[in-house]
């Protein structure tokens, strides 16, 4: 079974400033990992992934992630937030496809960028 | 091209009443999964077809809960006689392994 942690349930930064956003996960076997950013009363938009490679995954609006195996983490990291980041943010993991593909989230992030 | 899709976006319904909830998923993709996400939390897993197969459905709560995706596209999941429990928002995914195309969700209360 495969299981999610995110640290913090609520992130608040002044705008301009860096954020890191931490994930944990558990699993026995190989996964892939996602993070994922839901606007208030949106669907979820894919904001990076980690499949195999390169352990530092670049994704959209200047976010990026690393995978560390040996901490079984991979946390959001941006250099300097803008105001329209604010939104929640879910990591999740999931199996290597077919029926195993299904998105195990963690809890989520809440971030909240401040003038 | 268009994304997934769902329908309706919103619905009220009665403790006891039975709803649907329709998902459109992207045209060719094998994959479709159904999510549901209470509030304050992150989605969870319901079921998972692969065409027109239901080959996982280990996450619907209860009897009352029935997918189908009969023709290999669009999929309506379906509660029935409805508890207050069952409000949260329902989300369909669509997939090009392994990436998981998310719709919008249809947001259910229940009173």
């Known amino acids: 079974a495969q299981s999610v942690t995110q640290l913090d349930s609520q992130v608040p930064v002044f705008e301009e400033a860096p954020v890191e956003l931490r994930c944990n996960y558990s699993?026995?076997?190989?996964?892939?990992l996602f993070w994922y950013v839901q606007y208030p009363n949106q669907g979820l938009q894919l904001l990076l992934k980690y499949l195999s490679g390169s352990t530092l995954v670049k994704g959209i609006n200047g976010f990026e992630a690393e995978f560390n195996k040996s901490q079984t983490s991979f946390h959001l990291r941006k250099p300097s937030v803008h105001i329209s980041d604010t939104a929640e943010y879910f990591c999740?993991?999931?199996?290597?496809?077919?029926?195993?593909?299904?998105?195990?989230f963690g809890k989520g992030t809440k971030l909240s960028v401040k003038p | 091209g268009a994304g997934v899709s769902q329908s309706p976006r919103y619905k009220v319904a009665k403790r006891g009443q039975d709803v649907a909830l329709r998902c459109d998923p992207i045209?060719?993709?094998?994959?479709l999964f159904w999510y549901q996400q209470a509030l304050g939390q992150g989605p969870e897993f319901l079921t998972y077809f692969q065409n027109e197969a239901q080959l996982d459905k280990s996450g619907l709560p209860s009897d009352r809960f029935f997918a189908e995706r009969p023709e290999g596209s669009v999929s309506t999941l379906k509660i029935q006689r409805t508890q207050q429990e069952d409000s949260a928002v329902y989300l369909c995914?669509?997939?090009?392994?392994?990436?998981?195309?998310f719709g919008p969700g249809t947001r259910l209360l229940v009173l």
């Open positions: 699993s026995s076997v190989s996964v892939y």
């Open positions: 995914a669509s997939s090009l392994e392994p990436r998981q195309y």
């Open positions: 999740a993991v999931s199996g290597l496809g077919g029926s195993q593909g299904n998105l195990i």
């Open positions: 045209s060719g993709h094998v994959s």
